[in-house]
């Protein structure tokens, strides 16, 4: 599976973005996706995922009721919409593939695409 996230960019804060993360590869709709960030100096962090057929997510607390995934079986790709962006939500995204265990553990997951970077100014 390889995995290819676009959609950052520059916002200010109060902004949206929607992030892509489109695959290719073993059938998609097989398997949950992951959206993880890693800003400046800090540690992975786990954002949000969704189950293989799209009717099950679960966020990180920092990012709940701002931040929507989904997925489009049929089209190969996963979105993250982020809404009412902070300055702090600045990051680079990754989408990751096929959690063989806990969502929100980085390490669970086979396949990572390459990142895209979200900067909000405030």
């Known amino acids: 599976v390889q995995l290819q996230a676009s959609g950052g960019g520059l916002v200010q804060a109060g902004g949206s973005l929607r992030l892509s993360c489109v695959a290719s590869?073993?059938?998609?709709?097989?398997?949950?996706m992951g959206w993880f960030r890693q800003a400046p100096g800090k540690e992975r962090e786990f954002v949000g995922a969704?189950?293989?057929?799209?009717?099950?997510?679960s966020y990180v607390d920092s990012v709940e009721g701002r931040f929507t995934i989904s997925r489009d079986n049929a089209k190969n790709t996963a979105y993250l919409q982020m809404n009412s962006l902070k300055p702090e939500d600045t990051a680079v995204y990754y989408c990751?593939?096929?959690?063989?265990?806990?969502?929100?553990?980085?390490?669970?997951?086979?396949?990572w695409g390459q990142g895209t970077l979200v900067t909000v100014s405030s």
């Open positions: 990751a593939a096929d959690s063989r265990g806990s969502w929100s553990i980085w390490t669970t997951y086979n396949y």
């Open positions: 590869g073993r059938a998609f709709g097989s398997y949950p």
């Open positions: 969704i189950n293989w057929s799209g009717d099950y997510t």
